[in-house]
């Protein structure tokens, strides 16, 4: 029954044809896209005391990610170090870039996951161009970009998969005519060919280099396409289904370690794994806990015996859990993912900000974090929810410096602070691997949509009148409390048109002109608390004017606020609520500090992280 409906969910999936793409080195490209000289240098991307990331020149050289500076200046003591605390390059980079590869699409089914990973649903655009293919004289095709201008494409051979193919022998296949190759094989011919004139665009236009998986769903481009990195692309070959597990499908997915599998988050891999060896997986020496030594492929779990979706839900479901997270799981283990590529949205759903905190244990650095925050969301909402109230006139700035010709294109209805604080050391030394998120919001306070006064004066404000108030709500005890992470988000956002005072509304046509411009595509994030206010004078009196451009000595800037956690990988997480697309925020719990040397990373760095540890321990 359920093989049934594994071969019935993939033929579904073969209607679609699904690009993933993920930038080289990106964090190291923004850089080297703003100073080209650094191309041909060993470059590496340092954040606190590790490297997150390093250019391929600096891979060559034998430097890694989420490696030690020290380290790195020892192998490679000409590397040029840049900061990248401050993510706002990165965000930037990765809107503009977005916006790129939207501008191919037809359907705007392209969804972000995280800030350097694209996922395109290019269905229409290939099938349209499979309509105009002629069978008898496939390797002269011309592939069209727009249905308005047949001129518009280029030429290519569809007889040919353009990159890697996977399995690698299957690409010297050469075919003659269209009836020798099987529809979708034909499909994913086209949408090769489109990958690859996508990402020559990237690099010529923009200067950044990606790597590439073309296939029918979001699982299959993803893990497909990491299999040939920088600068590559890879198709996933049919066939997609068989009845002894010997499709290219199979043979993919069961290779790769369960955790390894987007949409298994770290819960599930590690009760799939306890399941699967019959007791808890091995760890590994060192403070991580959960990098295990024994790792546990898809295929032993698949094909454990009594395996079903029934079994499954047996051994992850339960309070908390999703109902039907054991077919979903069945499914992804079968290699089957039938979630959509999400839509282009034109506004966010949620402006957040996010810092984390090795220790942050009193108000004054509380006080400190929180103007650092209220400024950056406040910039944040006049870059992505303002637009230009004329295109015509040129825009005038106020004394203030804040643009004057500007209008709020949404109006966010809550203000939300969360925390988390840090639970307390173990006895034994270690600490508790998940801590959560609190919450209160309060209804938006209307002064944030002022454009006459400074954001350092709009900052102050929220500070003093909302954000301590919330504050002392979620913190009433003066001290004892020690945090990991504040978010700052405004939430519940409301069309401007629905609101607009003369009734005239938002000009729709302008917003699509310009569309590339305001391309959102944000988390939807919705755990808020009921909106109240509470309002708490003694706080607001604390606020202290403070030298606001000082970083803390406490704060890990920024680390967390755009970086996915292991659900960055995840597409049903624990909870079985779906991809978590998108890198504004990252999910409670998520963020790690290393014990050993108190970085912070999200959760599915620190196996790469505790490797280096124990690399570290026994060289
Ligand atoms: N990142 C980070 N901290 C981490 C992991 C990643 O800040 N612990 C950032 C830096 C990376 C970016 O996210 O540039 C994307 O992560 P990837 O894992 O995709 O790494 P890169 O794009 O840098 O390299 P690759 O060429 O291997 O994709
Ligand atoms: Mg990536
Ligand atoms: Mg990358």
Same mark, same amino acid.
């Given at each position: 029954?359920?093989?049934?409906? #594994?071969? !019935?969910?993939?033929?579904?999936?073969?209607?679609?044809?699904?690009?993933?793409?993920?930038?080289?080195?990106?964090?190291?490209?923004?850089?080297?896209?703003?100073?080209?000289?650094?191309?041909?240098?060993?470059?590496?991307?340092?954040?606190?005391?590790?490297?997150?990331?390093?250019?391929?020149?600096?891979?060559?050289?034998?430097?890694?990610?989420?490696?030690?500076?020290?380290?790195?200046?020892?192998?490679?003591?000409?590397?040029? &170090?840049?900061?990248?605390?401050?993510?706002?390059?990165?965000?930037?980079?990765?809107?503009?870039?977005?916006?790129?590869?939207?501008?191919?699409?037809?359907?705007?089914?392209?969804?972000?996951?995280?800030?350097?990973?694209?996922?395109?649903?290019?269905?229409?655009?290939?099938?349209?161009?499979?309509?105009?293919?002629?069978?008898?004289?496939?390797?002269?095709?011309?592939?069209?970009?727009?249905?308005?201008?047949?001129?518009?494409?280029?030429?290519?051979?569809?007889?040919?998969?353009?990159?890697?193919?996977?399995?690698?022998?299957?690409? +010297?296949?050469?075919?003659?005519?269209?009836?020798?190759?099987?529809?979708?094989?034909? !499909?994913?011919?086209?949408? @090769?060919?489109?990958?690859?004139?996508?990402?020559?665009?990237?690099?010529?236009?923009?200067?950044?280099?990606?790597?590439?998986?073309?296939?029918?769903?979001?699982?299959?481009?993803?893990?497909?396409?990491?299999?040939?990195?920088?600068?590559?692309?890879?198709?996933?070959?049919?066939?997609?289904?068989?009845?002894?597990?010997?499709?290219?499908?199979?043979?993919?997915?069961?290779?790769?370690?369960?955790?390894?599998?987007?949409?298994?988050?770290?819960?599930?891999?590690?009760?799939?794994?306890?399941?699967?060896?019959?007791?808890?997986?091995?760890?590994?020496?060192?403070?991580?806990?959960?990098?295990?030594?024994?790792?546990?492929?898809?295929?032993?779990?698949?094909?454990?015996?009594?395996?079903?979706?029934?079994?499954?839900?047996?051994?992850?479901?339960?309070?908390?859990?999703?109902?039907? =997270?054991?077919?979903?799981?069945?499914?992804?283990?079968?290699?089957?993912?039938? *979630?959509?590529?999400?839509?282009?949205?034109?506004?966010?759903?949620?402006? @957040?900000?996010?810092?984390?905190?090795? #220790?942050?244990?009193?108000?004054?650095?509380?006080?400190?974090?929180?103007? *650092?925050?209220?400024? *950056?969301?406040?910039?944040?909402?006049?870059?992505?929810?303002?637009?230009?109230?004329?295109?015509?006139?040129?825009?005038?700035?106020?004394?203030?410096?804040?643009?004057?010709?500007?209008?709020?294109?949404? /109006?966010?209805?809550?203000?939300?602070?969360?925390?988390?604080?840090?639970?307390?050391?173990?006895?034994?030394?270690?600490?508790?691997?998940?801590?959560?998120?609190?919450?209160? @919001?309060? $209804?938006?306070?209307?002064?944030?949509?002022?454009?006459?006064?400074?954001?350092?004066?709009?900052?102050? #404000?929220?500070?003093?009148?909302?954000? =301590?108030?919330?504050?002392?709500?979620?913190?009433?005890?003066?001290?004892?409390?020690?945090?990991?992470? &504040?978010?700052?988000?405004?939430?519940?956002?409301?069309?401007?048109?629905?609101?607009?005072?003369?009734?005239?509304?938002?000009?729709?046509?302008?917003?699509?002109?310009?569309?590339?411009?305001?391309?959102?595509?944000?988390?939807?994030?919705?755990?808020?608390?009921?909106?109240?206010?509470?309002? /708490?004078?003694?706080?607001?009196?604390?606020? !202290? $004017?403070?030298?606001?451009?000082?970083?803390?000595?406490?704060?890990?800037?920024?680390?967390?606020?755009?970086?996915?956690?292991?659900?960055? +990988?995840?597409?049903?997480?624990?909870?079985?609520?779906?991809?978590? *697309?998108?890198?504004?925020?990252?999910?409670?719990?998520?963020?790690? &500090?290393?014990?050993?040397?108190?970085?912070?990373?999200?959760?599915?760095?620190?196996?790469? /992280?505790?490797?280096? /540890?124990?690399?570290?321990?026994?060289?």
């Amino acid at each position: 029954m359920e093989a049934s409906r #594994r071969s !019935r969910a993939l033929k579904r999936q073969h209607e679609s044809i699904v690009i993933h793409f993920d930038y080289d080195c990106f964090y190291a490209s923004v850089f080297e896209a703003e100073t080209p000289a650094l191309r041909s240098l060993p470059l590496a991307v340092q954040q606190k005391q590790i490297i997150v990331t390093c250019n391929y020149e600096a891979r060559r050289r034998g430097l890694r990610k989420l490696q030690l500076i020290r380290e790195a200046k020892t192998i490679c003591p000409d590397v040029v &170090i840049v900061l990248g605390e401050d993510l706002t390059r990165f965000r930037n980079a990765s809107k503009e870039l977005y916006a790129f590869l939207r501008g191919f699409s037809w359907n705007a089914k392209v969804e972000r996951l995280g800030f350097d990973e694209v996922f395109m649903d290019v269905t229409d655009i290939v099938d349209y161009n499979l309509s105009l293919l002629n069978p008898n004289d496939l390797t002269n095709s011309f592939f069209c970009l727009s249905k308005d201008d047949p001129t518009d494409g280029f030429t290519f051979d569809a007889s040919k998969v353009a990159g890697y193919t996977y399995p690698e022998s299957s690409n +010297d296949k050469l075919f003659v005519g269209a009836l020798e190759i099987d529809a979708l094989q034909l !499909r994913l011919h086209l949408g @090769s060919h489109l990958a690859m004139h996508v990402r020559h665009q990237l690099e010529q236009q923009k200067g950044y280099t990606c790597t590439v998986g073309i296939s029918t769903s979001k699982l299959h481009a993803k893990l497909v396409g990491n299999l040939h990195k920088p600068k590559g692309q890879t198709t996933l070959l049919p066939p997609y289904n068989s009845d002894d597990g010997s499709d290219n499908v199979t043979t993919l997915v069961d290779g790769h370690e369960i955790g390894k599998i987007p949409g298994i988050g770290f819960k599930i891999a590690q009760k799939l794994r306890d399941y699967a060896l019959q007791k808890p997986p091995e760890l590994n020496a060192g403070l991580m806990h959960d990098d295990t030594k024994e790792k546990v492929l898809v295929k032993r779990v698949r094909m454990y015996p009594g395996m079903s979706a029934e079994t499954l839900e047996k051994v992850l479901g339960g309070p908390g859990t999703l109902r039907g =997270i054991g077919f979903k799981i069945w499914m992804l283990i079968n290699g089957v993912d039938e *979630s959509e590529v999400g839509q282009a949205r034109e506004l966010p759903k949620q402006i @957040s900000i996010e810092d984390s905190y090795v #220790r942050l244990d009193t108000l004054d650095e509380v006080l400190k974090e929180l103007r *650092s925050l209220a400024k *950056s969301l406040i910039n944040r909402m006049h870059v992505d929810l303002l637009e230009d109230d004329s295109d015509d006139d040129p825009p005038g700035e106020s004394d203030t410096g804040i643009l004057q010709t500007k209008r709020w294109l949404a /109006h966010p209805k809550t203000l939300r602070l969360s925390t988390r604080p840090r639970p307390p050391l173990n006895a034994d030394g270690s600490r508790n691997r998940a801590f959560n998120r609190i919450s209160r @919001s309060l $209804p938006m306070p209307n002064f944030l949509f002022n454009l006459n006064d400074s954001v350092d004066a709009l900052a102050e #404000r929220l500070v003093s009148e909302a954000l =301590i108030p919330l504050f002392r709500k979620l913190h009433p005890e003066k001290n004892g409390w020690n945090l990991s992470l &504040i978010n700052v988000a405004v939430t519940n956002m409301a069309d401007a048109a629905s609101d607009s005072k003369d009734g005239t509304g938002r000009d729709i046509s302008k917003m699509f002109k310009r569309q590339d411009g305001v391309l959102k595509q944000w988390r939807v994030e919705d755990r808020d608390c009921p909106p109240e206010v509470h309002s /708490h004078d003694e706080a607001a009196n604390a606020v !202290r $004017p403070g030298n606001e451009t000082e970083p803390s000595p406490t704060a890990m800037h920024t680390l967390s606020e755009d970086i996915l956690p292991q659900s960055w +990988d995840s597409h049903v997480d624990d909870d079985g609520s779906g991809w978590d *697309s998108d890198g504004e925020t990252i999910d409670e719990g998520s963020s790690f &500090i290393c014990d050993v040397c108190e970085a912070v990373m999200p959760t599915f760095a620190m196996l790469a /992280h505790s490797r280096w /540890h124990s690399g570290e321990q026994n060289p």
